[in-house]
């Protein structure tokens, strides 16, 4: 007969998220893991897998938490002003202390190359995928914009949105804010 779970893996998972999310992945250990989640390795494993399966549970969990900022803006109607306010709410959505901690995302594709398990690669490009889709969903409804201009602006601020992630762990309020007017000021 199989043991009975004496955890919730919702709970194990959203703190491992938290362990990831503050400090990456490869500097993750399993040692790290089993004591912020308060389960052994057995317990990991039977769950998940390996590291790298809990991680990819990490991820799906952390875009549940993300997808509560893209439905603000999914459901707005006035285009790159709404997208600045989405960089706004993610700098709050990713505070940690009195600097951010940035974006799961962003800070596992700082980390990942060529060895990098496909799975967790994939994770990462299709949840980058669907925030710049998200862009240029929100860009549209501003109808004097063409789809070549939409598609060239969605890509920068995908790439603005990794700079502003990466820079929330670091740089002030003001200069982060600085960036933000910045970054818009010609989209």
Known sequence: ????????????????????WKNGFESTSMQMLEKEMG?????????????NGLFIECLNSYKIELNRLMDKLRATENGAADIKQYFYDF????????????????????????YTDEKITEVLINSTNDVKQLFA?????????????????????????????????????????NYIENTFKNI
């Open 1 to 20: 007969m199989a043991r009975q779970k004496k955890y919730s893996e919702e709970e194990v998972v959203e703190k491992a998220m938290n362990l990831f």
């Open 137 to 177: 969903s929100s860009l549209r409804k501003e109808l004097e914009k063409d789809e070549l201009i939409i598609e060239q602006q969605a890509d920068y601020l995908l790439l603005a949105m990794f700079g502003l992630s990466s820079a929330s762990r670091l740089f002030t309020k003001t200069q982060l804010h």
């Open 91 to 114: 700098l709050e959505f990713s505070k940690g202390s009195d600097l951010g901690k940035g974006c799961l995302v962003t800070n596992t594709s700082n980390e990942i190359d060529i």
């Open 39 to 51: 389960i052994n390795k057995f317990s990991i494993y039977s769950s998940f897998g390996s590291k």
